[in-house]
């Protein structure tokens, strides 16, 4: 069974930084793509971040791109999201994803499975 478990959220001002985690296990993961997405309360979920687990390929929303940063470590099975600059309106609840194809999409209807997410606020 694919499990995805997220962790480092937390509460940061305006400007500040963190490092989400996302270990996951029961696949290997070469053929799988893997992404961030968050939801704020009262919005629909969306895309953040998405990475080809085999070549580290990475794709980012406009928000948040030269911003955050995708990455994988293939040793561990964790991906990561370097999140830098924070703004308010990053506050969310923060999910990883995976779907087992190559290609990395941007709906997440088109991602099977789902960590627990991990919480980002930040303050202004």
């Known amino acids: 069974q694919v499990q995805l478990v997220e962790s480092g959220g937390g509460l940061v001002q305006a400007g500040g930084s963190l490092r989400l985690s996302c270990a996951a296990s029961?696949?290997?993961?070469?053929?799988?793509?893997m992404g961030w997405f968050r939801q704020a309360p009262g919005k629909e979920r969306e895309f953040v971040a998405g990475i080809r687990w085999s070549d580290g390929s990475t794709y980012y929303a406009n928000s948040v791109k030269g911003r955050f940063t995708i990455s994988r470590d293939n040793a561990k099975n964790t991906v990561y999201l370097q999140m830098n600059s924070l703004k308010p309106e990053d506050t969310a609840v923060y999910h990883c994803?995976?779907?087992?194809?190559?290609?990395?999409?941007?709906?997440?209807?088109?991602?099977?499975?789902w960590g627990q997410g991990t919480q980002v606020t930040v303050s202004s």
């Open positions: 029961g696949r290997t993961f070469s053929s799988y793509a």
């Open positions: 994803a995976a779907r087992s194809s190559v290609i990395v999409t941007t709906t997440t209807n088109s991602y099977k499975y």
